[in-house]
């Protein structure tokens, strides 16, 4: 699923540089990063951090893809080490989990995973409910999320509750994610990336 060689898009000259792992990422979440002037390299999933860090990026987006978390093991420990540099991280539905495995809060496999359009989503943080588009059938665990002092609950589903988006507590800027897809341009990702721009 994930490219085998890296690529870049965007404007090399923009004064935002993303570096994306690609665990399965869908195009228009890379055409949304460059159309708010991202310069975005996109990077085999196994990339090792410190070639990430070659980019020099100011950030990190972690990609969605397919598939259980829990013995992704690589990626576990690049997320650490992103997290440890004090670097932005931000990422979506697999990227939510990996930052959650990062974090010591362990993954699920749903009873119903969340599958197409027209899931109602509560951002906390604004009190609104967002709309959003979903295919995954995992999950983060809600109580090991909420006995984690330093994660923040973002976002959660409203049909079941789930846990649909968390924030470190102690990193600035903020390692922010959801499990939301980035297909529209109001969605809580691209929240994620003014959040990452200093917007």
Known sequence: MSTKESYFLGDEKSDLRIAVLDFGIKKNILTCLVERGAYVKVHNAK?????????????????????????????????????????????????????????????????????????????????????????????????????????????????????EGIRIKDKKPSQYNTIQKLHQVHTTAGICLMSLSGC
């Open 47 to 163: 990339t090792s951090f410190e070639e990430l860090e070659q980019f020099k990026p100011h950030g990190y987006f972690i990609s969605n893809g397919p598939g259980d978390p829990a013995p992704m093991d690589y990626a576990v420990k690049t997320v650490k080490q992103i997290l440890a540099a004090g670097k932005p991280l931000f990422g979506i539905c697999l990227g939510h989990q990996l930052l959650a495995l990062a974090n010591d809060i362990p993954t699920f496999k749903m009873h119903h995973g969340h599958r197409g359009l027209n899931h109602p989503v509560k951002n906390i943080i604004s009190g609104k409910s967002e709309i959003t588009t979903q295919n995954h059938g995992f999950g983060v665990d809600p109580k090991a999320v909420r006995a984690n002092a330093n994660v923040e609950i973002t976002h959660v589903n409203l049909n079941d509750d789930s846990i």
